[in-house]
């Protein structure tokens, strides 16, 4: 019995832990959110089901807290699980990035095998590595993902009169996935499955969850002059200005130009940082020396408008002329005058 249910035991445990959406990278637009996730992955002999709560610091740092629930034949399995994700190389235009962390757990075993004991527990730890996009399509984006993980874990019997005895293994997992995020911005969702294979066992799972972002909250109200100066639809075109046939821009260039300017507040550039000044210029094309101030907010347009829940850029050139660009949560360029 022991050895064959401390293998069992081990199984769970390692193939249990499966990678999670890379939090910091789903909403490269918010510099810090919440992150909700439940899960299920199906096995050929066992079913997993899964709940984190993630906190994302500044899109560079995802702490979380992961509760796992499996079940294989009349054995169970509970474990609590925080981990760590690290993004080191974030470039503002680059749509990849490297993903590096760990986790460590602790479970709990029941069932008709463990109640034979007095207790079964045991611990889990990983570190994984991985590369995680961030693809805008239509009102869609895609977060593909590649990851490399190394799995350790040790279960620990306690057999009352008869002693103790413990067993511990390692594995190396692989893993691929697409989430696919939808919402608006503040509040998102996802959905992400994905496949891993693990010691020769290949599994599905799917992973759905909603991103209760910040941006929206910390933003101050517009006040009245904020709205009448913003550009409405229709206004006058700037007579041969341009921003050129993009047609998307990187999260993060947008995220990097709201940051510290308030909304409906017109700020002159030479206040802004190196980094600010240099997603200015990957917005609208131009040389940070030609814009003496930028202004951006929440577009005032209908609700059915192709506009709606879009942000305004509006810069002011050296020679007094303006240039105004309309681009969704998504990155998207939607008009430019």
Known sequence: MRPRYLHVSIVLLMIGSSPAAPQGWLAPAEPTFTTFTTGISLGDDAT???GSLIRTFSNSLDLSLRGEWRSEDDDDMLVAEPGMTLYPFRSEDDPFTLGIGGTYGRAWFTGDTADRFESVTGERWSVFAGIYGAIPSGGMMLVPSVEARRIGAKVEVDAGGFGSFSESDQITQYAIGLAIVGGTTGDRYFMMPNLTIADGETRWSVTFGTLFGQTKDNRPKKTETAIRDEPRVGSRRV??????NRNQVSYNVLAEIQRGIPVGTSYPVSNMNQAQREAL????ALPSGNIETVVWGESV??????????NYYRVVLSGGQALTMWVDEFGNILKSD
Request: proline share 4%; hydrophobic share 25%.
């Open 301 to 310: 347009v209908p609700d059915d408008d192709e506009l709606s829940g879009s």
């Open 281 to 284: 210029v990957s917005l609208f």
């Open 48 to 50: 997993t089901y899964r």
């Open 239 to 244: 007579a041969g200005r341009r921003t050129g």
